[in-house]
């Protein structure tokens, strides 16, 4: 390490020196790309942890503690806007925290059997796949939609297979005021411990597949998805980082780090979503998932250098359009205002 | 929200002082043996001199043995591992909380 | 049809699939234990945590809760302070459906 050391900070329980700018860098990136997409941004998380130099159980423990008190300022911010669903919220909760705990044994278990970082990084793979999948055809399909000038009431949406899900006659039905639809429970329980499993097993909030879940499968207007989603992630991601620290795969002054950076980053994010249009953002939110997917493909065969300069330059080059959205939105705001000020 | 956070505050600062009496001990070193009908493990305690040709320490000289009834214990200890043991000193007794075996489950490679 | 390619299916399957992973690996299979390395510690926070890790880890995990719980709270109501004084409307915002 020699001259060097400065830059690296020992993690006193996993016993390894970490790149601390890396650790601030992925903490204030996830901050501004979760609260910009409502998604925990957790997809970056663990496998930059990982390839940082992380046992993988250590970086899905901290990853998933690092995300409940990220996802608390987020939800103070969201609940402020009116964006949550509590009933919905709830309804969700007993689902997440099964799921949570099954995903949590199934990492124990394959660390038992020592195939937990290549088996978790190849689901890494196949998932990050998917959500680029997702992000990419939804694109397509309101692009299609756009041409023809329809535009349905959830505005240009692109998949709609909650239509499907909605005509489910299973009791008990509920009524979902915020979001403005009627349901079996059973379609928002489903879809909780579906994502309870892999955030608990991924080491995510859940967001990157409960907000497409909540949009697609459930039904729920984008915005009242990204709330209800976080306030999701807040209660789940505590119980998860009480459930990893018990089986003893935690860091935390690695949480500490980067919720700090995160603190701010939010912030920024969150700010954003008010200025944001059309989907030129979320096609690089796309990009950054396939880079993402790339270096844990490289980390995976051995190449961990190049497997941080990738997801770290990813990360990095979203996190700035996303703060330049901001603030260009912000100033406009506040010119517009004293604008208003001196014409009255 | 307020109140719960004060709450959850006190109720952490009670747990504080009630855990702070004492510490446990660790020692890190090679194995000599491990006697699993005594429930007793012996080891060769190494020093925290942690350079690249020794990054477990240099050997001392000092052998130990650890009351293994109670420890938690990982991977099979065998001669010739590295062994680090979280124990308490109770009388003359070493009784060990945990034993982890460094060589055969090397963090770093996972 | 794409809705084979749907979260719950695709969970089932990795599901699925988890016992004959472990199966193949065969019986070497033993809970790893780790212990922190307090020796090497000097920061009294620090050595408090990582003994307590060793020593007692259903109070460690209550600390990791309450903390990460009560830092992020404070960071929010920091940050919440900081946002306000920058004179952005936060309160209501045009319904941007992208």
Same mark, same amino acid.
């Given at each position: 390490? %020699?001259?060097?050391?400065?830059?690296?900070?020992?993690?006193?329980?996993?016993?390894?020196?970490?790149?601390?700018?890396?650790?601030?860098?992925?903490?204030?990136?996830?901050?501004?790309?979760?609260?910009?997409?409502?998604? &925990?941004?957790?997809?970056?998380?663990?496998?930059?942890?990982?390839?940082?130099?992380?046992?993988?159980?250590?970086?899905?423990?901290?990853?998933?503690?690092?995300?409940?008190?990220?996802?608390?300022?987020?939800?103070?911010?969201?609940?402020?806007? %009116?964006?949550?669903?509590?009933? =919905?919220?709830?309804?969700?909760?007993?689902?997440?925290? +099964?799921?949570?705990?099954?995903?949590?044994?199934?990492?124990?278990?394959?660390?038992?059997?020592?195939?937990?970082?290549?088996?978790?990084?190849?689901?890494?793979?196949?998932? #990050?796949?998917?959500?680029?999948?997702?992000?990419?055809?939804?694109?397509?399909?309101?692009?299609?939609?756009?041409?023809?000038?329809?535009?349905? $009431?959830? %505005?240009?949406?692109?998949?709609?297979?909650?239509?499907? =899900?909605?005509?489910?006659?299973?009791?008990?039905?509920?009524?979902?005021?915020?979001?403005?639809?009627?349901?079996?429970?059973?379609?928002?329980?489903?879809?909780?411990?579906?994502?309870?499993?892999?955030?608990?097993?991924?080491?995510? &909030?859940?967001?990157?597949?409960?907000?497409?879940?909540?949009?697609?499968?459930?039904?729920?207007?984008?915005?009242?998805?990204?709330?209800?989603?976080?306030?999701?992630?807040?209660?789940?991601?505590?119980?998860?980082?009480?459930?990893?620290?018990?089986?003893?795969?935690?860091?935390?002054?690695?949480?500490?780090?980067?919720?700090?950076?995160?603190?701010?980053?939010?912030? /920024?994010?969150?700010?954003?979503?008010?200025?944001?249009?059309?989907?030129?953002?979320?096609?690089?939110?796309? =990009?950054?998932?396939?880079?993402?997917?790339?270096?844990?493909?490289?980390? *995976?065969?051995?190449?961990? @250098?190049?497997?941080?300069?990738?997801?770290?330059?990813?990360?990095?080059?979203?996190? =700035?359009?996303?703060?330049?959205?901001?603030?260009?939105?912000?100033?406009?705001?506040?010119?517009?205002?004293?604008?208003?000020?001196?014409?009255? | 929200?307020?109140? /719960?956070?004060?709450?959850?505050?006190?109720?952490?600062?009670?747990?504080?002082?009630?855990?702070?009496?004492?510490?446990?001990?660790?020692?890190?070193?090679?194995? #000599?043996?491990?006697?699993?009908?005594?429930?007793?493990?012996?080891?060769?305690?190494?020093?925290?001199?942690?350079?690249?040709?020794?990054?477990?320490?240099?050997?001392?000289?000092?052998?130990?043995?650890?009351?293994?009834? $109670?420890?938690?214990?990982?991977? *099979?200890?065998?001669?010739?591992?590295?062994?680090?043991?979280?124990?308490?000193?109770?009388?003359?007794?070493?009784?060990?909380?945990?034993?982890?075996?460094?060589?055969?489950?090397?963090?770093?490679?996972? | 049809?794409?809705?084979?390619?749907?979260?719950?299916?695709?969970?089932?399957?990795?599901?699925?699939?988890?016992?004959?992973?472990? #199966?193949? @690996?065969?019986?070497?299979?033993?809970?790893?234990?780790?212990?922190?390395?307090?020796?090497?510690?000097?920061?009294?926070?620090? !050595?408090?945590?990582?003994?307590?890790?060793? $020593?007692?880890?259903?109070?460690?995990?209550?600390?990791?809760?309450?903390?990460?719980?009560?830092?992020?709270?404070?960071? %929010?109501? #920091?940050?919440? +302070?900081?946002? !306000?004084?920058?004179?952005?409307?936060?309160?209501?915002?045009?319904?941007?459906?992208?």
């Amino acid at each position: 390490m %020699g001259e060097m050391s400065w830059l690296y900070m020992y993690m006193p329980i996993a016993g390894v020196h970490i790149l601390w700018p890396g650790l601030v860098l992925i903490g204030f990136s996830v901050g501004v790309i979760g609260g910009f997409f409502g998604m &925990g941004g957790a997809w970056m998380v663990t496998p930059g942890l990982n390839i940082l130099g992380f046992p993988m159980a250590f970086a899905i423990g901290t990853d998933i503690a690092h995300i409940a008190g990220k996802s608390m300022i987020s939800t103070m911010r969201h609940s402020k806007f %009116g964006n949550v669903d509590y009933k =919905l919220g709830i309804t969700m909760l007993v689902g997440t925290m +099964v799921g949570i705990e099954i995903g949590a044994q199934l990492v124990m278990m394959l660390e038992r059997i020592g195939l937990v970082g290549s088996v978790v990084r190849w689901v890494y793979v196949v998932f #990050l796949a998917l959500i680029a999948w997702m992000v990419f055809y939804d694109f397509y399909k309101a692009t299609q939609k756009r041409k023809k000038g329809d535009v349905g $009431e959830h %505005g240009a949406t692109g998949i709609e297979w909650y239509k499907t =899900l909605h005509k489910w006659k299973i009791p008990p039905m509920m009524h979902f005021h915020a979001s403005g639809f009627t349901c079996s429970a059973w379609v928002p329980i489903i879809v909780s411990t579906a994502t309870g499993i892999l955030a608990g097993f991924l080491g995510i &909030g859940g967001g990157l597949l409960r907000m497409p879940a909540l949009i697609y499968l459930v039904g729920c207007p984008t915005h009242i998805a990204v709330g209800t989603d976080l306030f999701e992630v807040m209660i789940s991601g505590l119980y998860g980082a009480f459930t990893y620290t018990l089986k003893g795969r935690i860091e935390l002054v690695a949480v500490f780090v980067m919720l700090t950076g995160a603190a701010i980053g939010a912030q /920024i994010g969150t700010v954003a979503t008010k200025y944001a249009k059309g989907y030129g953002i979320r096609v690089a939110f796309g =990009l950054a998932v396939l880079c993402c997917m790339v270096s844990i493909i490289l980390k *995976q065969y051995g190449f961990s @250098a190049a497997a941080a300069v990738v997801i770290l330059s990813a990360i990095s080059l979203i996190c =700035l359009w996303i703060m330049k959205i901001m603030f260009v939105g912000a100033a406009q705001e506040l010119r517009d205002k004293k604008a208003g000020l001196s014409q009255a | 929200m307020k109140r /719960i956070v004060a709450l959850a505050m006190a109720l952490a600062l009670g747990m504080l002082l009630a855990a702070a009496a004492h510490a446990a001990e660790v020692v890190q070193g090679k194995c #000599l043996g491990f006697d699993q009908a005594a429930k007793t493990i012996v080891v060769e305690e190494y020093d925290i001199n942690f350079s690249s040709d020794f990054k477990y320490g240099h050997p001392t000289g000092i052998q130990s043995t650890f009351n293994v009834t $109670e420890a938690k214990i990982g991977i *099979q200890p065998e001669p010739g591992d590295i062994l680090r043991i979280a124990y308490n000193v109770q009388g003359t007794d070493k009784k060990a909380l945990k034993v982890m075996n460094v060589t055969k489950q090397d963090l770093r490679k996972k | 049809m794409r809705k084979f390619l749907s979260i719950p299916t695709l969970t089932a399957a990795i599901l699925a699939l988890l016992p004959s992973w472990a #199966l193949a @690996a065969g019986p070497k299979a033993a809970d790893l234990v780790v212990v922190a390395d307090t020796r090497v510690l000097e920061s009294g926070v620090m !050595k408090y945590f990582a003994n307590l890790y060793n $020593e007692n880890i259903l109070l460690f995990a209550v600390w990791a809760v309450v903390l990460t719980a009560v830092m992020g709270s404070v960071l %929010g109501v #920091l940050m919440d +302070v900081i946002m !306000k004084s920058t004179g952005l409307d936060l309160t209501k915002r045009k319904i941007l459906e992208h």
